[in-house]
């Protein structure tokens, strides 16, 4: 008898347990356009790993809206939901909710308007922001080009705090409002034309082939796609959000940018990485340079989703690390696969140091980094880089004719006065 009350037990005990398995936990995957709302609040009770924020069944979660408010509770700029069975209890009124009907009323990060060092006109200084978790955390700087619509410059930072160390400045010179802030980048027509543009790649190559079908040009199986200046993996946690604003987003050969543009991508990511692990600071830097010309029965005809040269696309892209103590590299592809042969020694500025820089291992695999049709990719130091590419001036780092080449990631936790890149 005792025998089988014991057996009893035990298969109800296994039968909860496997309950408990099956119970649907709560995955909120931000990448994920259709999945989450279209002004995704903050989650800061949990942290997002690789993408996605994920909570077991029955954990609290705390969703922020900053300074806005929640579109289902007007009232509030936060509120707490218990993860039951996939979808949301909301403490505040008890009602179960879907992730989609707790979105916030405006994006709770900013892409405003701001005084940029370095970056005068006719470039427009912009800054990527936050306040949903206190006070305004500056995530990223960028210089604009609001004619031809396209980032000339961006500038990101691993750094105790993750925030970006700027130069004395007032955020005054922003619009009060985030329409206000996306209205003033971008006019009507140049604010449509992103969205559209960089939104659907097929639409986006039917105008390229349509601009470009009586110049004699044979694309091929080759299409453009909206390569990110600065990569999602470059910031932590649920901050990789802001590399979806459109004045991120550049026009680049989809095997590039799925090619060595990732890889490079990945590598610097790892860099930013290891630096936040020792409490380093690593700035980096990325842009564009040049507009990409092809060959066609006139000359060169330019790559650009616009008539008259706006949304072109960059002849080079380029990403570079600088650690302050005094050692920093550039990496440049060429947004090119049809280069020829005979054009390689122009379009290669530096004699490239890839093979000497023991972190690049993404980019050095198999020597992909030497392949046109993925994106011909090179190393320089930063001398000769700010000699070729104005977009990064010289002045913006002191002390650049001391600088070594950051070949490897010896890095220490920062020394605040050396910071000053």
């Known amino acids: 008898m005792y025998t089988a009350l014991w057996t009893a037990a035990l298969v109800a005990c296994f039968r909860l347990a496997s309950l408990a398995d099956s119970t649907p936990a709560c995955v909120i995957e931000l990448e994920c356009r259709e999945c989450v709302p279209d002004h995704m609040p903050l989650v800061t009770s949990h942290s997002a790993h690789g993408g996605r924020v994920s909570a077991a069944h029955g954990d609290e979660l705390r969703l922020a809206c900053g300074g806005g408010a929640l579109l289902a509770y007007p009232g509030r700029g936060a509120v707490r939901a218990v993860c039951e069975h996939g979808r949301y209890r909301v403490r505040e009124d008890g009602q179960l909710r879907h992730l989609l009907e707790l979105g916030c009323q405006e994006d709770v990060f900013e892409d ?3 005084d940029v060092e370095h970056c005068g006109s006719p470039l427009q200084g912009r800054a990527y922001k936050t306040a949903a978790s206190g006070a305004p955390r500056h995530l990223a700087t960028l210089c604009y080009d609001a004619e031809r619509a396209i980032t000339r410059r961006a ?10 160390h700027m130069a004395p400045h007032s955020d005054n010179f922003s619009p009060l409002t985030i329409l206000g802030n996306f209205n003033h980048m ?5 604010r449509r034309d992103a969205e559209a543009l960089f939104s659907d790649d097929v ?7 349509e601009l470009l079908k009586h110049e004699d040009i044979a694309l091929g199986d080759q299409s453009v796609t909206a390569g990110k200046l600065l990569a999602p993996h470059y910031f932590e946690d649920q901050n990789a959000r802001v590399t979806e604003f459109a004045s991120n987003k550049m026009v680049m050969w989809r095997s590039v940018a799925h090619g060595n543009w990732h890889h490079l991508q990945r590598d610097v990511a790892a860099a930013l990485q290891s630096a936040r692990r020792v409490n380093a600071s690593l700035h980096v830097f990325a842009g564009t340079h040049g507009a990409l010309g092809l060959r066609g029965r006139g000359g060169r005809a330019r790559v650009a989703l616009r008539a008259g040269g706006r949304f072109p696309a960059p002849r080079h892209a380029w990403a570079a690390l600088v650690d302050p103590r005094g050692a920093g590299v550039a990496l440049v592809v060429l947004n090119d696969p049809f280069v020829a042969v005979s054009e390689i020694k122009d379009a290669v500025f530096c004699e490239s140091m890839c093979s000497s820089i023991s972190w690049l291992r993404e980019l050095r695999r198999n020597r992909n980094y030497e392949t046109p ?8 130091s930063l001398q000769n880089f700010t000699d070729v590419v104005t977009e990064l001036p010289k002045k913006i780092i ?4 001391q600088y070594s080449i950051l070949t490897d990631l ?12």
């Open 155 to 164: 500038h990101a930072v691993a750094a105790p705090g993750d925030e970006l």
């Open 373 to 380: 049709l993925l994106g011909l990719t090179f190393c320089c």
């Open 410 to 421: 010896n890095l220490q936790e920062s020394d605040p006065s050396r910071n000053t890149v």
């Open 203 to 209: 639409s986006a190559n039917r105008r390229l082939r």
């Open 112 to 114: 405003v308007l701001h």
């Open 186 to 190: 971008f006019d009507a027509n140049t």
């Open 398 to 401: 002191p002390r650049l004719d």
